[in-house]
């Protein structure tokens, strides 16, 4: 059975860092694309960004630059590091897993809350 759980989700002024985590289990995660993804209250699920097994990362143009996404195939562990935060960035953040690049996202996390205060 696969699991996503997603970490590290809180409270953070405006400006300020959070990183969080996804650990999964039930998968051989150095094979799977794995990315995050965001809904905020009363808006559609938008991608944020996802890492490839072996060809690298790709976050969406809105975010470049403020966040990064890791991995640690070790811990089967997905990292995304948020910088600069703004409050429109307050929503809660999924993490999701693909076999294939291109195909439907299958696995999903139960998400993590995310709050950016002004």
């Known amino acids: 059975q696969v699991q996503l759980v997603e970490s590290g989700g809180g409270l953070v002024q405006a400006g300020g860092s959070l990183r969080l985590s996804c650990t999964a289990s039930g998968l051989t995660f150095r094979s799977y694309d794995m990315g995050w993804f965001r809904q905020a209250s009363g808006r559609e699920r938008e991608f944020v960004g996802h890492i490839a097994p072996y060809t690298g990362t790709s976050v969406a143009d809105s975010m470049k630059g403020r966040f990064t996404i890791s991995r640690d195939n070790a811990l089967n562990t997905v990292y995304l590091q948020m910088n600069s935060l703004k409050p429109d960035d307050t929503a809660v953040y999924y993490c999701?897993?693909?076999?294939?690049?291109?195909?439907?996202?299958?696995?999903w996390g139960q998400g993590t809350q995310v709050t950016v205060s002004s």
């Open positions: 999701a897993s693909r076999l294939t690049y291109g195909t439907l996202w299958n696995y």
